[in-house]
C-alpha cells in the first residue's frame, strides 16, 4: 500500500508539473484532455481500464502472489532487484526498508488527503472557496475562526450547518475557557504567591492543603458544599445558560 501511494501520489504531481503525454490516448482522446485527479475516471475509455488491470495483474503474479505476504520470501520482497539499492549489508537494506515504510505511510496520507480535497474541490490542491456547497460556510465569519487555521472543525460538530448548536457549542467552549483559566491560576499562584493564613477547617490549615490534585483527598465535606453552592450561585445569576440557548450572545453572563 505504501508503494501504490508513493506512486499514486506521485501520478497526481507529475502532471502538473511536468506535463502530459503528447499523442492521444484513445481515439479522439488526447492526453492532453484527461483531468488530473479524480476526474480522469470518468474519461479513461474501456480499453484503458482493461490495460490497468492486466498490468496490475501481470505486477502481482510476477511478485509472487503475495509470497512475502504468507510465503517464505521477507516482507516487501517482490522478487525486484532495483540497481544499487539492492547490494549492501543487512544493516543497509534494513535501513532502506525503514526509510521505505515511513515515505510510504507518509504518501499513504497524503494521497488520502488528495483524494479527499480533489473530491471537495475538484482540484488536489483546489482553493478551498471553490467547495461552495459546504455547510461550514455558515460559520466562516463567526468569533473565533481564526488565522492560521480559520474554522477549524475536525470533527465534525457543525457539518448538520444548524445555527442553534453552533451558538450552544460556542458558548459552552468560552464558559470551558473561562474556568480553565481560573483553574491554571489556581495551580499557579499557590506555588509562586504562597497559601492563606489560617484553617480551612478545623485541624487543616490551609499551608497544609497540598497544591494539585493531591488537595482533592484532604479537602473536608462542607469545603466541598460551599464549592458547589458557589458554583450553582454563578450559574443561576448568570442565567441558567441564557448565552447558550436563549437571547443573549454567546458567553454573555450578564456580568458587567
Keep these: 500500500h505504501g508503494r501504490v501511494a508513493m506512486l499514486a501520489t506521485m501520478g497526481y504531481i507529475t502532471p502538473e508539473v ?3 503525454f503528447p499523442g492521444l490516448c484513445a481515439e479522439g482522446l488526447p492526453f ?5 485527479g479524480l476526474a480522469a475516471l470518468k474519461v479513461v475509455p ?3 481500464w482493461v490495460q490497468m488491470f492486466a498490468y496490475a495483474g501481470a505486477v502481482e503474479y510476477s511478485s509472487g502472489l503475495g509470497e512475502d505476504a504468507w510465503g517464505s520470501r521477507a516482507p516487501g ?3 525486484w532487484k532495483p ?8 544493516e543497509t537494506k534494513k535501513r532502506r526498508l525503514a526509510a521505505e515504510i515511513a515515505n510510504g505511510r507518509l504518501a499513504m496520507m497524503a494521497i488520502i488527503g488528495m483524494f479527499f480535497q480533489d473530491g471537495l474541490t475538484g482540484s488536489a490542491w483546489g482553493d478551498w472557496a471553490l467547495y461552495t456547497d459546504s455547510p461550514l460556510r455558515a460559520f466562516e465569519s463567526e468569533l473565533g475562526v481564526q488565522a492560521p487555521v480559520g474554522f477549524w ?4 460538530f457543525t457539518k448538520d450547518g444548524s445555527a442553534d448548536n ?3 457549542r460556542r ?3 468560552i464558559k470551558h475557557g473561562r474556568v480553565a483559566m481560573l483553574a491554571t491560576m489556581g495551580y499557579i499562584t499557590p506555588e509562586v504567591a504562597g497559601k492563606f493564613p489560617g484553617l480551612c477547617a478545623e485541624g487543616l490549615p490551609f499551608a497544609d492543603i497540598p497544591n494539585g490534585l493531591a488537595a482533592l483527598k484532604v479537602v473536608p465535606f462542607l469545603g466541598w458544599v460551599q464549592m458547589f453552592a458557589y458554583a450553582g450561585a454563578v450559574e443561576y445569576s448568570s442565567g441558567l445558560g441564557e448565552d447558550a440557548w436563549g437571547s443573549r450572545a454567546p458567553g454573555d453572563q450578564g456580568w458587567k
Design 32 to 36: 492532453a484532455d484527461i483531468p488530473n
Design 77 to 79: 520482497d517482490q522478487g
Design 83 to 90: 540497481p544499487f539499492f539492492s547490494e549492501g549489508t543487512e
Design 153 to 156: 472543525d475536525p470533527a465534525g
Design 166 to 168: 453552533f451558538k450552544r
Design 18 to 20: 511536468a506535463g502530459k
Design 171 to 173: 458558548s459552552v467552549e
Design 46 to 48: 474501456f480499453l484503458g
